[in-house]
C-alpha cells in the first residue's frame, strides 16, 4: 500500500491536481497497485483553515506518507504585508533535494526540436538559493550602499547524492548515459567538489557512460544539439536556468513535469505556475501534472522494489502518448479543443 498526500495548491492547481490523482487511480487500479489518497489543505486554503500555507496537520500527515502531489502554489499574489503569507517550505522541510525534471518532445506537438528525451536533475538543497541553504538570516548581504556578497553552498554529501539519483535513474534508461554540468576551471573549489563526487559516484556504475560538460557549453549544445544528451546532472543555480531551456526545447513549461525526490519521500509537483489568469476557465493543461504523478509512483517502485507501481508508471506513459497521438481530447495550449478534464479522462480511459 502506498500512501499519497493529495495538495491541490493554488488556482489551477484545484482544476490540474484532480486530473493527476484521477489517472494516477486508473493506473493503480489497471496495475493492482494499491493506493490511499489522503486531501490535504496547502497554500491559500490552508491559510484560511489554518492562518499557515504548510499548517503543521499537514506536515505532520506528510511525515506518514510514502510521498505526495502538490499543486502549483500562487504565491505572487500573496499579502507581502503579512509574515505568515510564505512560500510553503515543503523542499525544505522534508530534505527533498533533488528536483527531477525530464523534457520529451512528441512528434505531433510544436517544439523547437524533435526525438528530445532528457532527464534533468538539479541538487535543491545547496548552491547560491539563499533561501535553501541558510537556516537563519540570510545567504546574501550589503556591507555598503556600494558592495553587494552572496554564499554559495556545495557539500559532498549533496553532491554525491543528487549524482547517485542521476546515475540510477540513468540505468533505467536505453541509453545508460550521465552528463555532470559544472564549470570547474572557473569555481574550482565549489564547482570541483561537485565534479569530484560525481566522478566518484560514476566508478561504481560501470555500465553507465559518464561525461562532463561546462554549464555555458551544455547551453548552447542544448539549443543546437539535444538530442545528444540522455541523464544530465548539475547544481542548483545552474540547474535552475537549464531545466528552463529544456522545457523551452520541447513546448514550453506546460509540457514540464517534475518531482523533487528525498530519502525516503518524494513530491510531484509540476514546473509551472498556478496561472491566476486562466483559473476557473476549464482549459489549464493537465499534462505535466499528470506525467508529475506519473513520475512520482515511478520513483516509489524503484525505490521501494514495487513492480506493480513502476507497471502503473508504464500504464500512464502509455496513455499519455496515446491521447497527445490521437490528438482528439488536447488542450488549448496543444492545439486542440477539449477542457481540462476531457484530457484527464482521456488519459484515465486510455490507461
Known amino acids: 500500500m502506498l500512501k499519497i498526500g493529495v495538495l491541490m495548491g493554488d488556482d489551477i492547481g484545484l482544476e490540474v491536481v484532480p486530473e493527476c490523482v484521477k489517472v494516477l487511480k486508473a493506473a493503480a487500479a489497471a496495475s493492482g497497485l494499491q493506493i490511499e489518497c489522503q486531501e490535504l489543505p496547502i497554500g491559500k486554503r490552508g491559510h484560511e483553515l489554518h492562518g499557515n ?8 500527515a506528510l ?6 502531489v502538490m499543486g502549483p502554489i500562487g504565491h505572487s499574489a500573496y499579502p507581502r504585508n503579512d509574515p505568515t503569507w510564505v512560500m510553503p517550505p515543503v523542499r525544505k522541510r522534508f530534505q527533498l533535494f533533488a528536483s527531477i525534471k525530464p523534457v520529451k518532445s512528441y512528434p505531433n506537438l510544436k517544439s523547437v526540436h524533435k526525438d528530445v528525451d532528457i532527464v534533468f536533475l538539479r541538487e535543491v538543497n545547496e548552491g547560491m538559493m539563499s533561501s535553501s541553504v541558510v537556516l537563519a538570516g540570510s545567504g546574501e548581504f550589503r556591507p555598503n550602499d556600494d558592495i553587494s556578497i552572496g554564499m554559495r553552498v556545495i557539500t559532498r554529501k549533496g553532491a554525491n547524492r543528487v549524482a547517485r539519483e542521476a546515475f540510477e535513474i540513468a540505468r533505467t534508461r536505453p541509453r545508460r548515459k550521465v552528463n555532470a554540468v559544472h564549470k570547474e576551471p572557473v569555481y574550482r573549489i565549489c564547482c570541483g567538489m561537485f565534479a569530484e563526487e560525481c566522478r566518484k559516484v560514476a566508478k561504481e556504475f560501470p555500465d553507465v557512460k559518464f561525461e ?31 531545466t528552463d531551456e529544456g522545457a523551452g526545447l520541447v513546448g514550453g513549461l506546460g509540457l514540464a513535469p517534475g518531482i523533487c525526490a528525498g530519502e525516503k519521500q518524494a513530491m510531484a509537483q509540476a514546473t509551472h505556475g498556478s496561472a491566476p489568469d486562466i483559473a476557473g476557465k476549464s482549459i489549464a493543461n493537465p499534462y505535466a501534472m499528470i506525467m508529475s ?58 490507461v
Not at 511525515?63 to 505526495?68: K, L, M, N, R, Y
Open 212 to 242: 562532463e560538460t561546462m554549464v555555458d557549453t551544455m547551453c548552447m549544445k542544448l539549443v543546437m544539439n539535444p538530442q545528444q544528451y540522455d541523464v544530465v546532472v548539475t547544481s542548483n543555480q545552474f540547474g535552475d536556468m537549464i
Open 293 to 350: 504523478g506519473k513520475m512520482l509512483i515511478e520513483w516509489l517502485g524503484r525505490k521501494r522494489n514495487e513492480p506493480k507501481a513502476t507497471q502503473a508508471a508504464a500504464l500512464i506513459d502509455g496513455a499519455m502518448d496515446k491521447v497527445i497521438a490521437e490528438a482528439k481530447h488536447l488542450t488549448p495550449d496543444l492545439g486542440g479543443r477539449g477542457s481540462t478534464k476531457e484530457m484527464g479522462d482521456a488519459v484515465a480511459a486510455a
Open 63 to 68: 511525515e506518514a506518507c510514502d510521498g505526495w
Open 53 to 60: 500555507t504548510l499548517p503543521p496537520v499537514t506536515a505532520k
